[in-house]
């Protein structure tokens, strides 16, 4: 069974691990003289665990969310109560879904519900909203480029849409340390023996196209991820050619699926699941974010149409 870890990854940046169900959860911590700045902050126990535990000791001057999703907002909304100076900072395309979880539990994560009728049961949404933790102001928006001074050094911001509309990295360019949340989402992050325990959840499919080439640029010597280990630039490389490939891949067999006839949302994710999945079926379900971005993708690309009754059908030449 996976433990609990906090580790000096880099120089002043210390990753700290935790289980999360069958998959774990990183966020990480950057030492200040006088404190610490955190890259995301977990579940809503997270932060408050780890200081009881003597693991994370100092005050907490900074906040910077990769991405509003529940586990990497979840201890906002404690940190902003203890450590009432605190700046939290994200992107301002995800800044109302990091301040009202109401709507990121109904525009992210029922997304497929008002054009598809798919989704989540009520009992699984109710988990989510609480796995956010309560809501939380945003102090400081964060521009793509901009730099930020962290005891000393410039960390750049990098932004990284795709998996959210505001998803943003840091790096430390004097060394090559990325940062970089969940941009990119291989073939699905991974369960504790390291296999893809359950679907990527892409969903704007242009937009993570793009960071993908984007991060190509990137000169890593050591990346950091929201569940992955640790990368260095070949891995790291590799990490984006399999987010690439796996983009194409579903779009080839969906369009497949289609060749045999209109489909629904719900029967295409689970056509797709029985293609690719690695994954226990009862994880097919975060299918739905990347189906719901492909079917956008194939619209915009006049390639299938969605009928008055909610199925999916190719067009015709």
Known sequence: MYVREVKEEAPGVYRFSQPMGIRIVHFYAIKEADGWTLIDCGLSN???SWIADGELKGKINRLIITHA????????????????????????????????????????????????GFGY??????????????????????????TILI???????????????GHIGISRKKDGIYILGDAFLSDGPPSIDGKPSMPPTHENIVLYLNSIKKARSFNVSKCFTGHWSLLN????????DKSEEVVFRDLKIMTSILEK?????????????????????????????????????????????????????????
């Open 151 to 165: 005891n000393g050094d410039e960390w750049q911001i990098e932004l990284l849409p795709g998996h959210s509309p």
């Open 46 to 48: 997270s932060v408050a």
């Open 233 to 240: 630039q070949e891995e790291f490389i590799a990490f984006l």
């Open 261 to 317: 006839g209109e489909r629904s949302f719900e029967e295409i994710l689970t056509e797709l699941c029985e293609q690719v999945s690695t994954w226990d079926a009862t994880e097919n379900t975060h299918y739905l974010y990347a189906v719901n971005g492909y079917i956008k993708y194939l619209e915009a690309t006049k390639k299938i149409a969605v009928t008055p009754n909610q199925k999916i059908k190719l067009k015709q030449e």
């Open 121 to 146: 049961s009520q009992e699984v949404l109710d988990i989510l909203l609480d796995v956010c933790g309560e809501d939380f102001e945003v102090d400081r928006m964060l521009e793509d480029q901009e």
């Open 69 to 116: 999703d529940a586990d990497h907002l979840g201890s906002g909304a404690w940190l902003k109560e203890n450590y009432p100076s605190i700046e939290i900072c994200c992107h301002a395309n995800d800044k109302r879904y990091s301040e009202d979880h109401r709507l990121l539990v109904k525009n992210r994560y029922d997304v497929a519900r008002p054009e598809f």
